[in-house]
């Protein structure tokens, strides 16, 4: 820098903002995508113990969500396999937004074995929403790296994906106390899940199905400091 004047990969740095900015209203759908994986989460797994003693909820919400390990790379490979017997790129889109239906309709049926106070009732509904949650988790990941330009994912995704944590993962347990405050319902925060799963799916429609095309190659100029 001193002997140039230069900062190493500052053009790379001025591109990716560029392609930040051409992601932009990309970002509001991609982000309505985004929250019912960390919405589900908090509302199944960490409000758990509302309804049974902690270390109860603690052995259940851990065996489910070992359990769910196996989602990831079974509807990995099955989407895999599909795509390259159909070549079609938005395969992963799709089962993104079956996942994400399929966690909508089940959601309030899942808080009613939740609520029912009986540990097996618990241990199967928790069980479908590890394995769906996981599949939905699968398909949007391998998919949506895939959505932007190369040079804004990382920005456009931690964006996204911050935001929709922060703002409905975060506050679901809370969220889910005051629906069955207001409603009397322990069954309420399921269909608050369905109404998340519901962006979801207009999220992932209103998101490109394929990859982009191949945009101009990034170009960066290092210089040798040394």
Known sequence: LQRT??????????????AVKRSGPKVAALAAACILSPAAFY???????????????????????????????????????????????????DAAAAAALAL??????????????????????????????????AALAGWLVRAFDPRARGAVLGLAWNVAAALVGGTAPAFAVLLIEVTGSDVAPGFYISVL??????????????????????????????
Do not use: W
């Open 197 to 226: 799963a519901m962006l979801a799916v207009g999220g992932i429609r209103a998101l490109p199905r394929a990859p982009p095309a191949a945009s101009e190659p990034v170009t960066a100029r290092y210089t040798d400091a040394t």
């Open 5 to 18: 004047g230069e900062i190493p990969g500052r053009d790379e740095a001025v591109d990716a903002v560029e």
């Open 43 to 93: 509302a199944f797994f960490v409000f758990a113990p509302a309804f049974y003693p902690l270390p109860q909820a603690t052995v259940l919400a851990t065996r489910c969500l070992l359990l769910s390990v196996l989602a990831l790379p079974l509807a990995g490979a099955a989407i895999d396999a599909r795509r390259a017997t159909h070549g079609d790129d938005g395969v992963a889109a």
């Open 104 to 137: 909508g309709v089940a959601s309030p049926a899942i808080f009613a074995c939740l609520a029912s106070k009986n540990a097996h009732a618990a241990a199967l509904g928790l069980t479908v929403a590890a394995f769906v949650h996981s599949a939905f988790n």
